[in-house]
C-alpha cells in the first residue's frame, strides 16, 4: 500500500495545506490587506492544527470504527493539540505582544536600534480552533467518497 492510499494521512496533511492557503483569503476579507506569510506561518484562521489533527481523527473513526482504540487514540492527540493551540501557544504571542512593547519603549527612550521583534502570531482564540475542527472533520468527510 502506498502512502497515497493511507486515508487517514491524505485527510490530514490536505486539511493543513487547505487550512494554511485560505489563511491569505479570509485575512485579506477580514483585514483588507494581503499577507501571503499567513499561508507559511502560524496562528489565523482557522487552525490548521486543528484541522489537521480533527480531519485525522475522523478518518480513523470511518477507516477502523469509533469504538477503535486507534480512534481514541486520535481524538486525545487532536484535545491536546487545540487546547495546547488556543492556550498555551495563545499565551505566549500575548507575551511576546507584551515584550515587544517594552522593548520598543526602552530602545525609544536610549536612542537605540530595536532589537528583531519576537512572532506574535502564534496561537489562536477559540473560534480560530473551533472553525479548524469542523474544517477537518468535513475534509475528512469529503475525502471518504474518494477513499469508498
Sequence with gaps: MSVIHNYPLVAGLT????????????????????DF?????????????SAAV?????????KEGFESSMFAIACMV???????????????GEHASILNRIAKKLSMQRHEK?????????GHRPIEVF??????????????YAYS
Design 15 to 34: 486539511a493543513i495545506i487547505i487550512a494554511q492557503i485560505i489563511k491569505v483569503p479570509i485575512y485579506l476579507i477580514t483585514h483588507r490587506t494581503m
Design 54 to 62: 480533527t480531519a485525522l481523527s475522523t478518518a480513523v473513526g470511518i
Design 114 to 122: 530595536v532589537d528583531p521583534m519576537l512572532k506574535e502570531m502564534l
Design 78 to 92: 487532536a484535545v491536546i493539540t487545540m487546547y495546547d493551540a488556543a492556550g498555551i501557544r495563545r499565551h505566549a
Design 131 to 144: 472553525v479548524g475542527a469542523l474544517f477537518g472533520i468535513g475534509i475528512s468527510i469529503l475525502l471518504q
Design 37 to 49: 506569510k499567513l499561508a507559511f506561518g502560524t496562528g489565523g484562521m482557522p487552525s490548521s492544527h
